[in-house]
């Protein structure tokens, strides 16, 4: 099935009540600093933490009650395993994780506090093998982005930034794998196709800016990016059609950006973010020459699931002042 903005409708609709509709706010302080009216679109108060929800509701709910019986397995080292158990738990259906070992314990606990069983794995690779391995058993796969019904979940951002803010022109979206920026593009290209979507990725966890450049996917030997959340190795057919088709460009930032990004959010704004999040304000800060007066910009902040250990850590590394 392809994506539409008729199934982020419906999506829409058969999410409410079960996610958050997140606040689109005016920031005073960011418009001055970049230079043009910016609103932040506040996923990093979504229920888990991040967008994911959004997705894993809207995948299991299209599943069969036969389907749902079997329960859903998903691999993940991030937030899509807690949006997976979450609404799974939500909707009383049995999930497991495969995750690898490297997964930051504030991640694994809030999995397993959401309910689901963890299946700890030597690292990524060795997570999906065990993954496809537990669907041979019979459990049904919540993919993290290569599913259109996980994408129009998604998507609904994107039609919750257009009504707030119907005259949005540039809107900075985070790649992970490609499910998140193709489902808001999706939308929002359909409703105002003369809106830009600007794809935002760290060095170190660049597999679609890598993949468009040469053509063809390319997967990553490994992620390097303390932008964890945007870990995907490698996007999909799918995901990579979606936004060579919908999105604008696809911006490339360095971790002390994002870092640096992350604690000016929190200084000024007052809203804890992930690297996967601020580093769409860093992208903005480097392209606001190109902004005019006229602009609506807007910065979807796609999470904020850090530990305190995570800030530590990112201060030490990279803590400079903001750039002015």
């Known amino acids: 099935m392809n994506l539409s903005l008729e199934l982020i409708c419906r999506a829409q609709h058969r999410l409410r009540g079960l996610v958050h509709r997140t606040p689109l706010i005016h920031s005073a302080t960011l418009s001055a600093h970049l230079g043009a009216p910016t609103y932040l679109k506040l996923e990093c108060l979504q229920k888990t933490g991040s967008f994911k929800p959004r ?105 919750e930034i257009l009504e707030d803010l119907p005259g949005a022109t540039r809107i900075y979206v985070s790649i992970g794998g490609g499910g998140f920026i193709g489902g808001v593009a999706t939308a929002i290209r359909a409703i105002k196709p003369q809106a830009r979507i600007i794809g935002v990725e760290t060095h170190g966890a660049d597999a679609m800016a890598q993949s468009l450049a040469a053509g063809k996917l390319v997967e990553l030997a490994a992620i390097t990016s303390i932008a964890r959340t945007l870990g995907a190795p490698k996007v999909s057919d799918f995901t990579y059609r979606l936004v060579k088709e919908l999105v604008e460009e696809v911006v490339v930032v360095d971790d002390a950006s994002a870092a640096r990004a992350l604690f000016f959010l929190l200084e000024r704004t007052k809203y804890l973010t992930e690297p996967a999040a601020a580093c769409c304000l860093a992208a903005a800060e480097e392209q606001r020459a190109q902004f005019t007066a006229e602009d609506k910009v807007v910065i979807v902040l796609c999470g904020g699931n850090v530990s305190t250990q995570d800030l530590a850590d990112f201060h030490a590394r990279f803590a400079l002042p903001p750039k002015a």
């Open 55 to 159: 997705g894993a509701f809207n995948r299991i709910l299209e599943m069969s009650p036969a389907e749902r019986k079997r329960g859903v397995v998903a691999v993940s080292g991030g937030n899509h395993a807690q949006g997976v158990a979450y609404a799974a738990n939500q909707l009383g259906i049995a999930a497991t994780i495969c995750m690898p070992a490297s997964t930051p314990r504030n991640y694994l606990d809030a999995t397993r506090g959401y309910g689901a069983e963890i299946v700890l794995c030597p690292d990524i690779r060795a997570a999906f093998a065990e993954t496809a391995r537990l669907q041979q058993q019979g459990l049904v796969l919540v993919h993290p982005f290569d599913d259109p019904f996980v994408a129009a979940g998604q998507g609904t951002v994107g039609l």
